[in-house]
């Protein structure tokens, strides 16, 4: 067998499949504005804020928990909460009684009260939605599932942008975007094309 074949969740006996939306909570990460233009704008972040809007919908109509994460580096930057630029999209925008977790770090769980309200719920699966897919997304997956999380994360709900590769060249968003997804699937979550691909 081809060791791209198998991954550790498999090796380890962990589900395959994603829990039910119903026995979820779903986390928003940083779907800020801030991702939407200028130097920060990522590749594909319209059809991705879309995708999780759809969530979003899905979620309130099912009742359960959502927790949206906003990102603040301070003002000035690109994540300035303050500001416009750092505002949380009006398309999967809060509504009352959603919590907002202001953050620092990529871990959304870093400096904030995040676990303490996922254990106030008494839920143990989370679908992790959002942005960047390599870092905010990919640190906040990683860490919930060092915390005892069952994870999800569906693809089209995250997007990326390219960076400069060790060698001087350019790594594409889409190569980033599928290599950080496989990289969480072979173990941190389970990795779905996108939100239908989760069972009421």
Do not use: W
């Not at 990326?160 to 173990?187: E, K, M, W, Y």
Request: charged residues 15%; negative net charge.
């Amino acid at each position: 067998m081809s060791t791209a074949s198998i991954t550790l969740r498999q090796i380890s006996g962990r589900p395959a499949g994603p829990a039910r939306l119903s026995e979820s909570v779903l986390v928003i990460v940083d779907a800020q504005n801030t991702y939407r233009s200028g130097i920060m704008q990522l590749t594909g972040v319209e059809p991705a804020l879309d995708e999780c809007a759809r969530l979003l919908a899905r979620a309130r109509a099912l009742k359960i928990p959502v927790i949206h994460v906003q990102h603040d580096a301070g003002p000035g930057t690109p994540y300035d909460v303050r500001a416009g630029i750092g505002a949380i999209a009006d398309e999967v925008a809060p509504a009352a009684g959603e919590p907002v977790v202001v953050k620092h770090y990529p871990n959304s769980f870093v400096g904030t009260d995040l676990d303490a309200r996922l254990k106030a719920t008494g839920v143990q699966n989370l679908v992790v939605a959002g942005f960047m897919t390599h870092m905010c997304i990919n640190s906040t997956a990683r860490g919930a599932f060092n915390l005892g999380y069952g994870v999800t994360v569906p693809a089209a709900a995250t997007a990326t942008r390219p960076l400069p590769a060790p060698d001087d060249g350019v790594i594409s968003a889409a190569a980033l975007q599928s290599a950080a997804l496989a990289a969480l699937g072979d173990l941190f979550a389970v990795v779905v094309p996108d939100g239908a691909a989760i069972p009421d």
